[in-house]
């Protein structure tokens, strides 16, 4: 359909987002199924940015109101997705495992329930590191993948950046042979030498900021790492690039997260490059594994100035694909002075 082209070139000038008639078309089966900003962009898995501004295009185009909070068909609207052929998206996702493909079993459930006490005292996300913690069913379901891949038991585990806590989660279980926590943010290095010495964790926490070289002792003495890293090329560079810079050989894996809240598929097919480049396999790459919970900052992030209504998100909105990586012969990390920006790009909507 033409308006499909049209809008997608348009929304692409004005956002630097890569835009493409499937990506207005997937923003329409959104508002067929909800009127709520934050679940349009959900559902249409393409970059709030792309999103709020192809609502803005069909709105001066008479085919979606504003009204209140809501965006709705017009008349117009739902003629041409009748035309079109347009339908809402159906989802047959796994109730019992939430579409992860591991659950939290008895073997896990002590770990998981003390994790669960633990957390709520938990220092709240802040802006400035781009934080947002994933819900903590969520971190111990990390835990199962990666012991349910074999990269726990018996290994030496490293985390950069923990706003998810994974450390404590991990350390919980006593399923690894060690925890190593790398954290530019002391109230939560604060906090994880608090709980390791209440629960006798023995987590080896240190304040790191991770566009600086790692710590010496840290580089080539892992098996395993953890990160979740801001939605830039830049950032994926210096925290992926970081964690297999820790791991110790070949066959080494790594678990990170990359939303396309933030990310269009194009940004996505640079991330992959840089992680082939790297000499790592993409092994497991699991959609909408992690659930951010919504943080109190909203109104001062980039994505709030874009919205064409103004509604607070009511529910989890924010997810991520978690990729597992294993290294092969002639990998190699990333251990250079990171300078520059590592928060901002076009497709930034969090920060
Ligand atoms: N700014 C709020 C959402 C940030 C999510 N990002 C950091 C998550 C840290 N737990 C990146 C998510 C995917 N890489």
């Not at 913690?133 to 990269?151: C, I, K």
């Not at 709980?195 to 926490?205: E, H």
Request: aromatic share 10%.
């Amino acid at each position: 359909m033409e308006l499909l082209e049209k809008v997608a070139r348009e929304a692409e000038e004005r956002t630097q987002v890569p835009a493409y008639p499937v990506s207005v078309e997937k923003v329409l089966k959104a508002v067929i199924l909800s009127g709520d900003f934050w679940k349009i962009v959900d559902y249409s898995d393409e970059p709030l940015p792309l999103v709020a501004e192809i609502l803005k295009i069909l709105n001066r185009e008479g085919i979606i109101a504003f009204e209140g909070s809501q965006i709705l068909l017009t008349e117009k609207g739902a003629e041409f997705v009748k035309e079109a052929n347009i339908q809402p998206p159906v989802s047959h996702r796994c109730k019992c495992c939430n579409g992860r493909g591991v659950v939290i079993d008895e073997t896990l459930k002590d770990a998981f329930e003390k994790f669960v006490e633990i957390q709520k005292n938990r220092p709240p996300a802040i802006h400035c590191f781009d934080q947002g913690y994933v819900t903590p069913e969520n971190s111990f379901a990390r835990v199962a993948l990666a012991d349910d891949r074999g990269d726990l038991r018996g290994k030496k585990v490293c985390v950069l950046g923990d706003d998810d806590l994974m450390s404590i989660a991990l350390a919980l279980t006593g399923l690894p042979e060690k925890v190593t926590i790398l954290e530019i943010d002391e109230r939560l290095i604060n906090f994880i030498k608090e709980v390791s010495d209440k629960y006798n964790l023995n987590i080896d926490a240190r304040v790191h900021d991770l566009r600086k070289p790692l710590p010496k002792d840290v580089v080539g003495a892992y098996d395993t790492f953890f990160c979740d890293p801001p939605e830039t090329v830049e950032a994926i560079k210096a925290f992926v690039g970081r964690g297999v810079a820790t791991l110790k050989a070949e066959r080494c894996a790594g678990y990170f997260g990359v939303t396309r809240r933030e990310s269009s598929l194009d940004k996505w097919r640079k991330i992959q490059k840089v992680l082939l480049d790297m000499g790592l396999v993409i092994t497991d790459l699991l959609h909408n594994f992690n659930e951010y919970v919504n943080w109190d900052y909203y109104e001062e992030m980039r994505g709030w100035q874009l919205t064409p209504v103004k509604e607070p998100p009511k529910e989890i909105w924010y997810k991520s694909t978690q990729f597992r990586v294993e290294t092969v012969k002639g990998f190699k990390g990333f251990n250079e002075p990171i300078v520059g920006d590592i928060y901002n790009d076009a497709e930034s909507s969090t920060t």
